[in-house]
């Protein structure tokens, strides 16, 4: 695993040994940046599920201003701070369970990512959390990785999906008034 564009091109990553984890391949990882390269300069991010920390490191690679970085596994944390370490960045590092973090933290994203295990379905809490403490800068996007493509909640559009194999990306955008 490496970090494919940017400051940090090039950077080898450490990853968990858990098979149970399942990082974002480089195949989809590349097509997501690629949609949100312009995005991301001057950016503040929120990597609710971080595990080894690969797609908010690749964030800062491109130029975000600021992520904060959350797992509720120790190991996956450990080994996100082990790479932020590696590439020098000093970034915020939660260990909080995705509600906990979501009730705590603190400001507003242009960007939230949202990779939780491919067997748990977190979208609607998490959607309806953002929304209701006003997480979500306007023209910001919840960017939520899955198997499954539907999801809905109240108050949320799908700005675009894109499917590969088995993983499922949308797209959220706040609805707007005229929507």
Do not use: H
Not at 22 to 49: C, M, N, Y
Not at 117 to 144: A, H, I, Q, S
């Amino acid at each position: 695993m490496r970090i494919i564009a940017g400051q940090y091109r090039g950077k080898k990553l450490f990853s968990l040994g858990d098979a149970q984890i399942r990082p974002t391949g480089d195949r989809v990882k590349e097509s997501l940046f690629q949609i949100l390269s312009i995005r991301l300069v001057g950016a503040r991010v929120l990597d609710l599920f971080c595990g080894s920390g690969a797609l908010g490191l690749e964030c800062l690679s491109r130029g975000a201003r600021e992520v904060v970085f959350n797992d509720a596994s120790p190991e996956s944390l450990a080994v996100a701070q082990k790479n932020l370490r590696a590439i020098g960045c000093k970034c915020r590092t939660l260990g909080y369970d995705y509600r906990t973090c979501l009730a705590r933290v603190t400001g507003s994203f242009d960007l939230i990512f949202c990779d939780p295990p491919y067997k748990e379905d977190f979208c609607k809490c998490v959607l309806d959390t953002v929304k209701e403490r006003g997480l979500l800068e306007e023209g910001g996007l919840v960017v939520y990785e899955s198997e499954r493509e539907e999801c809905a909640a109240e108050g949320w559009v799908v700005a675009d999906r894109r499917s590969y194999g088995r993983c499922k990306i949308t797209f959220f955008a706040r609805r707007t008034e005229e929507e």
